[in-house]
């Protein structure tokens, strides 16, 4: 579904030069979920944002869904890749209703809005809506400005969704909202790419939300994939492993900048059965 071939991309800050993507390779399945998870300046936004087009590698490939993407504007991708932001203001319109932003972002670039709404469409994303269980189909007509950031984001990834696209992109989604809110929002998240079988690359700080979403977990250095790992290696984790993977790299916490379930992380953990069986790797799985 999802291939990044050999991936390299730098930028030129002054005269020095700062490679953000070293030779990343990371292959993805249908409807697969992956969780990547890395220090400030691993590269995982410029991951995502090679791949949605926003920037185009130096060198390798992006295949999607069987086409070569790579050099694909990003209006070209918009009907096979979703995104959602941090920022919760970034994926609506804040001075359109509820009604609007569903019956835009169900167009995905094309022209017009208004034939949309109609009574059965109105019906169709009234129903979509309701899915979310936080009351929004009722507020159909209010402005987007006057919801929460949780609601907010919860009606973006919905957005990014009701197309079912190929891909969705998800950098650090619910880094700006309350742990209650972020929680929700990762469920609905879940039952969302779930029901669409979408696959889904989600990014995030939250060591647990790493371990707990998803069937792969993929572990950033410096522009390189160091970790990958399936689904029953990645139950075997706990929060403390990977802490004690990253100290082992040379990052210290301040680097990573975790939420770690409000529990914090006492010791360094043991990772010895992992990396006496695994070597840092930037090799994809099939």
């Given at each position: 579904m999802l291939e990044v071939q050999e991936v390299t991309k730098t930028f030129a800050l002054g005269a020095e030069r700062v490679v953000a993507l070293a030779d990343v390779t990371l292959a993805l399945g249908e409807g697969e979920v992956a969780t990547v998870i890395?220090?400030?300046?691993?590269?995982?936004?410029?991951?995502?944002?090679?791949?949605?087009?926003?920037?185009?590698?130096?060198?390798?490939?992006?295949?999607?869904?069987?086409?070569?993407?790579?050099?694909?504007?990003?209006?070209?991708?918009?009907?096979?890749?979703?995104?959602?932001?941090?920022?919760?203001?970034?994926?609506?319109?804040?001075?359109?209703?509820?009604?609007?932003?569903?019956?835009?972002?169900?167009?995905?670039?094309?022209?017009?809005?208004?034939?949309?709404?109609?009574?059965?469409?109105?019906?169709?994303?009234?129903?979509?809506?309701?899915?979310?269980?936080?009351?929004?189909?009722?507020?159909?007509?209010?402005?987007?400005?006057?919801?929460?950031?949780?609601?907010?984001?919860?009606?973006?990834?919905?957005?990014?969704?009701?197309?079912?696209?190929?891909?969705?992109?998800?950098?650090?989604?619910?880094?700006?909202?309350?742990?209650a809110n972020a929680e929700k929002v990762v469920r609905i998240t879940e039952e969302l790419v779930r029901e669409n079988r979408i696959t889904t690359i989600m990014v995030t700080h939250r060591m647990d939300q790493a371990i707990a979403v998803g069937e792969r977990l993929v572990m950033m250095h410096k522009g390189r994939v160091v970790l990958d790992l399936g689904a029953g290696e990645k139950r075997r984790l706990q929060v403390e492993d990977l802490v004690a993977l990253f100290r082992s790299l040379g990052v210290s916490d301040d680097a990573l900048l975790l939420v770690r379930n409000g529990s914090g992380c006492k010791g360094d953990g043991d990772l010895g059965h992992l990396l006496a069986s695994r070597q840092p790797t930037s090799t994809a799985r099939p």
């Open positions: 890395g220090s400030n300046g691993a590269g995982k936004t410029t991951l995502l944002n090679v791949i949605a087009g926003v920037c185009r590698p130096d060198r390798g490939r992006v295949v999607l869904a069987g086409w070569d993407i790579t050099r694909w504007p990003v209006h070209k991708r918009a009907h096979l890749i979703g995104r959602v932001f941090q920022d919760p203001l970034r994926g609506t319109a804040a001075g359109m209703t509820v009604l609007e932003n569903l019956a835009l972002a169900s167009r995905k670039g094309r022209r017009g809005l208004w034939p949309l709404v109609h009574r059965h469409r109105r019906q169709s994303l009234y129903a979509a809506v309701a899915q979310l269980g936080m009351g929004l189909e009722k507020r159909l007509q209010e402005k987007v400005a006057h919801l929460s950031g949780g609601e907010r984001q919860a009606l973006t990834v919905l957005m990014a969704t009701l197309t079912r696209p190929k891909l969705l992109l998800l950098d650090e989604h619910t880094a700006a909202l309350d742990p």
